[in-house]
C-alpha cells in the first residue's frame, strides 16, 4: 500500500504568494493574477493526478484550496477592478479600451456562471470518501473535464486581455491621489487597517 502523495507534490499554490501591499495596489493586483495563473495551473494538476493516482487526500485537499481562493478572493479581485480600474478607463478616450472593458466586464459574469460548474466538480473531488459508504472515485468525466478547462480558459484570455492593455492603460490615468484612495477602499473591504499593513 503506497502512502498518500503530499500535497506539494501535485504544486499547492498560494501559501507562497508573492509579496506585495495595498499600499501599491496595482502591484497587489499584479499579485492577484499570479495566484490566479498557479490555481488555474493547479487545476491542470489536479485532473491529471486524478487520472493518474486518483482521488487521494492530496486531490482532496487541492480541490479545496482550489474552491476556497475562487470563492473569495476571486470575487474581491473582480470588484476592485470594476470600482477602480474599468472607471477611468471608461471616462477615457480610447475606443477600443472602452469596447474591451465592456468586454472585461461581462468576462467577469461568464467567468462567475463557469465558476458554478466548475466548483461543482471541485467539491465531488473535495467530498469523495469524506463519508462513510461513499462510492469509489471512478474518475473524471468528459463533462468534468470540460466544466475545468472552460472555466480555465475563461480565466487565461481574461488575464491576459487586462495585463497587456487594460491595466498600462489604467496606470497611466490615474493619480497619486486616486491611487491612495484606491489602497483604502481595497484594504477597508478587506478588513484590513493600514496600520496593520505596515506591520
Not at 475606443?95 to 465558476?115: N, P
Request: with cysteine; glycine share 6%.
Amino acid at each position: 500500500m503506497t502512502s498518500a502523495i503530499p500535497v506539494s507534490a501535485i504544486g499547492l499554490p498560494g501559501h507562497h504568494a508573492p509579496a506585495a501591499g495595498y499600499e501599491a495596489p496595482f502591484e497587489m493586483l499584479d499579485a492577484c493574477h499570479e495566484r490566479v495563473e498557479r490555481m488555474l495551473g493547479l487545476i491542470q494538476r489536479l485532473q491529471q493526478h486524478l487520472v493518474e493516482q486518483g482521488c487521494d487526500a492530496s486531490a482532496r485537499q487541492a480541490a479545496q484550496d482550489v474552491m476556497r481562493y475562487f470563492d473569495l478572493a476571486a470575487p474581491l479581485h473582480h470588484e476592485d477592478e470594476e470600482r477602480h480600474v474599468f472607471p477611468p478607463l471608461m471616462a477615457g478616450p480610447d475606443a477600443a479600451v472602452k469596447a474591451l472593458v465592456l468586454r472585461l466586464i461581462q468576462d467577469h459574469r461568464q467567468m462567475e456562471l463557469a465558476w458554478v460548474d466548475a466548483r461543482s466538480v471541485l467539491q465531488t473531488v473535495a467530498d469523495h470518501a469524506s463519508q462513510p459508504g461513499a462510492r469509489p472515485w471512478t474518475g473524471l468525466t468528459v463533462w468534468h473535464q470540460v466544466k475545468l478547462n472552460d472555466f480555465a480558459r475563461l480565466y487565461r484570455q481574461h488575464l491576459d486581455d487586462e495585463d497587456q492593455v487594460a491595466y498600462p492603460a489604467a496606470r497611466g490615468l490615474l493619480s497619486e491621489a486616486t491611487l491612495l484612495t484606491m489602497s483604502e477602499d481595497m484594504m477597508s473591504r478587506r478588513g484590513i487597517s493600514p496600520k496593520s499593513e505596515q506591520g
